[in-house]
C-alpha cells in the first residue's frame, strides 16, 4: 500500500519557522497534488503539478510553495507557519488521461503529514 | 468552476440497514465521480467511482448511482456494518486537463450496533 509516501507523518514547528513536507510515489503518476485538510473539513486543493507543470489555485496563500524536482518526488513549502496552517497536509497522485479507461485517472491519496504549528 | 454539495452532514443507521448520501454538482462537464472514505486520521481511501458514460456501478455492498441529466450522484450501501462507520466525501472532477477533483464537504456516518 506504500505506493504514495509522505514524510514526517507527524511534523511540529513553531510560529514563523519554515518548514518542508515531503511526497514520493512509486506509481510514476505524472500528476502530483497538496491538499489541506482541517478537522471535519473535506480536503481543500492548494495546487498541483502536472508533469512539470505547476498550477496554484486562486485561493491558495502565498505563504504556500511547491516544488517536484523529479517525476517521484514533490514537496510543500510553507515559508512562515502561522496558528492556521495547523492541519493535514495530502499528496495524492493520478495517472495520465491515456491510462483512464483502466483508472489511471483515480487519485491516490498518502498518509498525510499533520502539521503541528506553536 | 465545479461546486459539489453533499448531503446529510451526519447519518446514523441501525446495522444491517441501509445507508444513502447524495451529491449534487454544477459542471455539466464532469465526467468522474469518485467516493471516497475516510476513517479519522487516515487518508482518505477510494471505495467506489463512476464515470460518465455509466448510469450505476455496483460493488458488493457498496452501489453508486448517476444521474446526469439531474446533474446528481448517490452512494448506497447495504447491510451497514460498525466497520462502515467513517467520514464519506463524494468528489466530481472537471474538464480541467488535469483533473482536479472539488469535494463535497462530507458526511459522518455511524453506524450503530
Known amino acids: 500500500d506504500a505506493m504514495v509516501i509522505q514524510n514526517p507523518r507527524y511534523q511540529v514547528t513553531q510560529f514563523g519557522k519554515p518548514v518542508t513536507l515531503s511526497c514520493s510515489q512509486t506509481l510514476n503518476h505524472n500528476v502530483m497534488y497538496w491538499y489541506q485538510q482541517k478537522s471535519s473539513q473535506a480536503p481543500k486543493l492548494l495546487f498541483h503539478?502536472?508533469?512539470?507543470?505547476?498550477?496554484n489555485e486562486a485561493d491558495t496563500p502565498d505563504n504556500f510553495q511547491s516544488r517536484r524536482p523529479n517525476t517521484s518526488f514533490c514537496f510543500l513549502d510553507i515559508r512562515s507557519p502561522g496558528l492556521g496552517d495547523a492541519a493535514m497536509y495530502l499528496c495524492?497522485?493520478?495517472?495520465?488521461?491515456?491510462?483512464?479507461?483502466?483508472?489511471?485517472?483515480?487519485?491516490?491519496f498518502g498518509p498525510g503529514t499533520r502539521l503541528t504549528v506553536l | 468552476g465545479e461546486n459539489v454539495e453533499q448531503h446529510p452532514s451526519t447519518l446514523s443507521v441501525q446495522e444491517g440497514d441501509s445507508a444513502v448520501i447524495k451529491c449534487t454538482y454544477s459542471d455539466s462537464a464532469s465526467n468522474y465521480f469518485p467516493w471516497y472514505k475516510q476513517e479519522l486520521g487516515k487518508r482518505p481511501q477510494l471505495i467506489i467511482d463512476?464515470?460518465?458514460?455509466?448510469g450505476e456501478k455496483k460493488d458488493q455492498r457498496i452501489a453508486v448511482t448517476l444521474n446526469k441529466t439531474a446533474k446528481h450522484f448517490s452512494l448506497h450501501i447495504t447491510e451497514t456494518q460498525p466497520e462502515d462507520s467513517a467520514v464519506y466525501f463524494c468528489?466530481?472532477?472537471?474538464?480541467?486537463?488535469?483533473?482536479?477533483?472539488?469535494f463535497g464537504s462530507g458526511t459522518q456516518l455511524t453506524v450503530l450496533p
Open positions: 503539478y502536472y508533469d512539470k507543470d505547476f498550477n
Open positions: 468528489a466530481a472532477r472537471g474538464s480541467g486537463s488535469a483533473r482536479q477533483l472539488t
Open positions: 463512476i464515470r460518465s458514460n455509466v
Open positions: 495524492a497522485t493520478s495517472g495520465p488521461l491515456s491510462q483512464r479507461l483502466a483508472g489511471g485517472d483515480t487519485q491516490y
